[in-house]
């Protein structure tokens, strides 16, 4: 299946933050979305999750607009954003909660998704306690409740040790493999190199980018206007 | 729906974990606002009533039959903390002070005053207030009890002269009047035993107990949402923008999160309630209007006042979506209850003030939370549209701010 995003446009206040970004992706693939600090990397993934309002543009998924059909996105579309998604005064149980129905929990936690992720090591640890990359697995966890057919990721492993960034990208790796479509905005080059196809985002346009995994070009890229 | 309910359950147990915290938060600021109390009445109590006397006025002619000398005795004889300043002035003058709100009120004494009550007569002394206010009310008490007084001794006086003049003729009943009067001066015209002080009704139609019981339970729940600070300064952003992608939008997630906050304040209003019944029943304590109430009918007022907690708790509710970060949240909730908490009158009964403030602070919805309380305390059961037209603004003005933060 192909994911088509289209002449996205949003403002803020009177700055126009994206203006027509486009780009395709299709189904068991990973898109790196490249891009300077304050460019829109995180605002282009909030319009695709239906956290912001886009002003106009379609993000179609076979053909349907996710922006406009917002039963299938939250079917279709998981969204982990750059912070912490979670209730910090209680359990990691209890946040899976909000988003499983009991017995979904229970089967993922003993042989799916969150049993890969490894959220049962701390299922009954307050979120508020836990360590980095136990919030960002559970973030995850979380956000794949519904077995989305795209997941969208705000810098994911930003700020981890290597152990905690291996786990995550072991996930997502695994995620792809078995037919899901990863759409990630990153300046991380070990997250970039799980990557198959990469878009620039300057002046609130996309443009198709060839990464090289050499760190230099990447910077001198990315500080070209 | 399912979200809305996990979601509302998650949130209330997120409060009941957060409970004892604010409620030794409660108890800190409870106990320092007592001990600061405390101390102002011991060290500063005195000061503070020679800086601010009640100022009374008094205007006409003063230098008949030295009224001035004795205007001047009564001022300095007054032994009550709670001073009075009676002041000579012109009447103009007396007037553009009771405009500014600067005098209590002021006396106008006739022309000829004393010479007139020497020939029998009884010229009026006129007592112009703003309106009426407690002020008003005790002057008027005090007038009642002077009149009934110069009459008494009156009847008495003449009275004993003809009794002198009838059944002892060796004795002058004018120099025997004159003893009398020296007498009843030395001891029965003794402060002490002359008045009594009795508690009068505000102007509001409420015993003071009950006004003062309805301000405090307003200032509470005002202040209660300073202690609930934990509740409200940890929450996530990201997660109420995923909620909101997720399909639980601002009206869903401020509906469950009011729905814990309320659920906070019946548990701390419960154990406040239940301290201070203890502590009335230790002071003796009482509230007329309620005191003459059974269980079932407090219970009941207790439920019909619920509407202006759960209003104040809105107000509270949008503040906190309004501010940004705990800090802003905390000052912002202490200003909006000192600042309602005094115009609208739960600190001092809102007559203290000028016309201007007391309609401004009625309008307020302490003052219009007030205002119901007060209704409800002299038999009203019909519901408030206000209470409940500013309940449902506040919340939707909240729902509102949420969504247009989560998906900016």
């Known amino acids: ?225 | 729906m399912r979200s809305f309910l996990v979601y509302t359950g998650l949130q209330l147990k997120r409060a009941l974990r957060l409970l004892p915290g604010m409620l030794a938060i409660c108890l800190l600021l409870t106990a320092l606002a007592a001990l600061g109390a405390l101390l102002v009445s011991r060290l500063g109590g005195d000061r503070e009533a020679e800086k601010s006397p009640v100022r009374i006025g008094v205007v006409g002619e003063l230098d008949q039959g030295y009224l001035r000398e004795g205007l001047q005795m009564l001022q300095s004889m007054d032994p009550s903390r709670f001073s009075l300043r009676l002041e000579p002035m012109a009447e103009d003058e007396a007037a553009a002070l009771l405009r500014r709100g600067e005098l209590a009120g002021y006396v106008r004494v006739p022309e000829d005053f004393v010479e007139r009550w020497t020939l029998g007569e009884h010229p009026p002394l006129i007592y112009l207030s703003r309106g009426d206010g407690v002020g008003a009310r005790l002057v008027r008490e005090i007038a009642d009890t002077a009149v009934s007084l110069v009459l008494e001794t009156e009847n008495a006086v003449y009275g004993a002269q003809n009794f002198v003049a009838d059944r002892m003729p060796g004795e002058n009943p004018y120099a025997m009047g004159d003893r009398l009067v020296l007498r009843y001066a030395l001891r029965i015209l003794d402060r002490e035993r002359l008045y009594g002080i009795e508690m009068v009704e505000t102007p509001e139609g409420i015993s003071l107990a009950a006004q003062l019981l309805c301000g405090l339970a307003l200032l509470f729940v005002m202040l209660w949402a300073i202690c609930c600070a934990p509740l409200f300064s940890r929450r996530s952003r990201e997660l109420q923008r995923v909620l909101s992608a997720r399909g639980l939008r601002g009206g869903g997630q401020v509906a469950s999160e009011f729905a814990a906050f309320v659920v906070l304040l019946l548990a701390a209003g419960t154990f406040v309630l239940l301290l201070g019944a203890l502590l009335a029943r230790r002071f003796d304590f009482a509230v007329p209007e309620l005191a003459a109430l059974s269980r079932t009918a407090r219970l009941l007022l207790l439920l019909r006042a619920l509407p202006v907690a759960l209003m104040l708790c809105a107000l509270s509710f949008l503040l906190y979506e309004l501010a940004q970060g705990a800090v802003g949240g905390v000052l912002l909730q202490f200003l909006n209850a000192l600042l309602q908490g005094y115009l609208a009158g739960c600190l001092l009964p809102a007559s203290f003030f000028p016309e201007k403030l007391q309609r401004f602070g009625a309008g307020l919805p302490a003052g219009l939370g007030l205002a119901r309380l007060r209704a409800l305390l002299q038999g009203g059961t019909e519901p408030s549209v206000a209470v409940w037209g500013l309940l449902l603004l506040f919340l939707l003005l909240a729902a509102a701010i949420r969504d247009r933060r989560s998906r900016a």
Request: aromatic share 6%.
């Open chain 1, 1 to 225: 299946m192909e994911a088509e995003i289209r002449n996205i446009h949003k403002k803020y206040a009177r700055k126009e933050v994206l203006c027509g970004a486009s780009f395709r992706a299709v189904s068991g693939s990973c898109v790196g979305i490249l891009g300077a600090n304050g460019t829109g990397k995180s605002t282009l993934l909030r319009v695709l999750a239906g956290a912001a309002r886009a002003e106009r543009g379609e993000f179609l998924w076979d053909g349907e607009d996710l922006l406009k059909n917002s039963a299938l996105r939250r079917k279709t579309v998981a969204y982990v954003p750059q912070g912490t998604p979670l209730i910090e005064e209680l359990s990691a149980r209890d946040n899976l909660r909000l988003w499983y129905e009991p017995e979904v929990l229970e089967r993922s936690l003993a042989e799916g998704m969150l049993r890969e992720l490894g959220v049962n090591e701390f299922l009954n640890t307050v979120a508020g306690r836990l360590s980095g990359g136990m919030r960002k697995r559970l973030s995850i966890g979380c956000a794949i409740a519904r077995e989305p057919a795209i997941l969208l990721l705000d810098e994911p492993t930003a700020a981890l040790d290597m152990p905690g960034k291996d786990r995550i990208l072991r996930y997502l790796d695994g995620f792809q493999r078995a037919g899901g479509l990863v759409l990630m905005a990153s300046h991380d080059p070990w997250e970039l190199a799980l990557c198959d196809a990469w878009q620039m985002l300057r002046g609130g346009v996309l443009e198709p980018y060839a990464y090289t995994g050499d760190r230099e070009t990447l910077m001198r890229d990315l500080e070209t206007p």
